[in-house]
């Protein structure tokens, strides 16, 4: 019985995943024809075949794959993270935005763009990247329980601190953000939870990260799934447990800092995904984590695309949307775990 029925998962998880790409490349294309000057689809599909006019060609590809790119990269990172998280905790709430792995990430890029404007690319992610474990270290730190209790960390008080935490690193970071020159607090704009304005220059900063990152992910697909059966377990089954979730929460957190520095802090998107892709999947983080990259990068280039068609000409950043759906399953899988 177990090899048909892992026969029949691995189909099923092929088949939501070829759905999953192609509902994202025709949303991708649709994007590629929104903006303040609409594109038809059929000169979309001219600009994608190498024809067209220059200003077409411009408006598609110049300014619009950027963002879409950019959705669809921080969207995968976030999911993979989110998923990565969920399954070293073992905590059904983990997600990048809340457990301050977001919030540090964030106000290290923040704190690094003020005192250095002039820095390199490649530099703004490595910065991140300490703030998020900063953040995320001082999470885990506040949500041990007392000594003697055994070290756990309770679902709802691990979401609690996350929020608390958040909250203040994002309060630092407005402060930060409101005393910003003019021209570099508009630069840091996209902290706030959007690919408004993502061009090339981002694209560069993030795709290296998540070429490198996410196939990483799935490498450590098998240690998650024997991190979930338990330490001792794990233990005896010959996994070094202390390693193996030092290198599952490295890429996880990592993935989670770089995605900030392309589109700021996306609510629940790595929350919601991985769930998401549970539900349809299963749990084993073979078939997990590629589905949750694909949901994770449709549902922020959804967001974006939804957020620039709703109220023209103004534009609803896509993380206000993510969070709009993503507070309320929240809330619900809070109040299960309490």
Not at 34 to 58: H, I, K, N, Y
């Given at each position: 019985?177990?090899?048909?029925?892992?026969?029949?998962s691995?189909?099923?998880?092929?088949?939501?995943?070829l759905?999953?790409?192609?509902?994202?490349?025709?949303?991708g294309?649709?994007?590629?024809g929104?903006?303040?000057?609409?594109?038809?689809?059929?000169?979309?599909?001219?600009?994608?075949?190498?024809?067209?006019?220059?200003?077409?060609?411009?408006l598609?590809?110049?300014?619009?794959?950027?963002?879409?790119?950019?959705?669809?990269?921080?969207?995968?990172?976030?999911?993979?993270?989110?998923?990565?998280?969920?399954?070293?905790?073992?905590?059904?709430?983990?997600?990048?935005?809340?457990?301050?792995?977001?919030?540090?990430?964030?106000?290290?890029?923040?704190?690094?763009?003020?005192?250095?404007?002039?820095?390199?690319?490649?530099?703004?992610?490595?910065?991140?990247?300490?703030?998020?474990?900063?953040?995320?270290?001082?999470?885990?730190?506040?949500?041990?329980?007392?000594?003697?209790?055994?070290?756990?960390?309770?679902?709802?008080?691990?979401?609690?601190?996350?929020?608390?935490?958040?909250?203040?690193l994002?309060?630092?970071?407005?402060?930060?953000?409101?005393?910003?020159?003019?021209?570099?607090?508009?630069?840091?704009?996209?902290?706030?939870?959007?690919?408004?304005g993502?061009?090339?220059?981002?694209?560069?900063?993030?795709?290296?990260?998540?070429?490198?990152?996410?196939?990483?992910?799935?490498?450590c697909?098998?240690?998650?799934?024997?991190?979930?059966?338990?330490?001792?377990?794990?233990?005896?089954?010959?996994?070094?447990?202390?390693?193996?979730?030092?290198?599952?929460l490295?890429?996880?957190?990592?993935?989670?800092?770089?995605?900030?520095?392309?589109?700021?802090?996306?609510?629940?998107?790595?929350?919601?995904?991985?769930?998401?892709?549970?539900?349809l999947?299963g749990?084993?983080?073979?078939?997990?984590?590629?589905?949750?990259?694909?949901?994770?990068?449709?549902?922020?280039?959804?967001?974006?695309?939804?957020?620039?068609?709703?109220?023209?000409?103004?534009?609803?950043?896509?993380?206000?949307l993510?969070?709009?759906?993503?507070?309320?399953?929240?809330?619900?899988?809070?109040?299960?775990?309490?």
């Open positions: 019985m177990g090899a048909p029925a892992s026969r029949h691995h189909r099923r998880a092929v088949g939501v995943g759905l999953l790409v192609v509902l994202t490349v025709l949303l294309v649709a994007a590629l929104l903006g303040a000057v609409r594109t038809p689809p059929a000169e979309v599909w001219q600009v994608l075949l190498g024809r067209g006019d220059d200003l077409t060609r411009q598609v590809i110049e300014l619009r794959a950027p963002r879409i790119l950019t959705a669809l990269l921080t969207g995968a990172m976030f999911a993979a993270s989110g998923a990565m998280l969920q399954g070293v905790i073992r905590n059904p709430l983990a997600s990048p935005d809340i457990i301050g792995v977001g919030a540090g990430a964030g106000l290290a890029a923040t704190l690094f763009l003020l005192s250095w404007p002039g820095a390199p690319v490649g530099g703004l992610p490595w910065a991140a990247l300490l703030g998020a474990w900063g953040g995320f270290g001082l999470v885990l730190l506040l949500s041990q329980d007392r000594p003697g209790q055994g070290g756990a960390l309770h679902p709802v008080r691990l979401a609690l601190v996350g929020v608390a935490v958040a909250a203040a994002g309060a630092v970071q407005q402060l930060a953000l409101v005393r910003a020159p003019d021209g570099l607090g508009t630069a840091l704009s996209f902290l706030t939870g959007t690919v408004y993502a061009d090339n220059v981002r694209v560069a900063r993030v795709w290296p990260w998540a070429a490198a990152l996410l196939p990483a992910a799935l490498l697909s098998r240690t998650l799934d024997v991190l979930n059966l338990g330490e001792a377990l794990a233990t005896s089954l010959g996994t070094r447990v202390p390693l193996a979730r030092l290198l599952c490295a890429v996880a957190v990592a993935l989670a800092g770089a995605a900030v520095t392309g589109a700021g802090i996306l609510g629940f998107v790595g929350l919601l995904a991985p769930h998401l892709a549970r539900l999947v749990a084993r983080h073979i078939r997990l984590l590629p589905i949750s990259m694909l949901l994770g990068a449709g549902l922020v280039l959804l967001a974006d695309t939804l957020g620039r068609a709703l109220l023209p000409p103004i534009e609803v950043p896509a993380g206000v993510t969070t709009l759906v993503g507070a309320p399953y929240f809330l619900s899988l809070l109040r299960r775990a309490a």
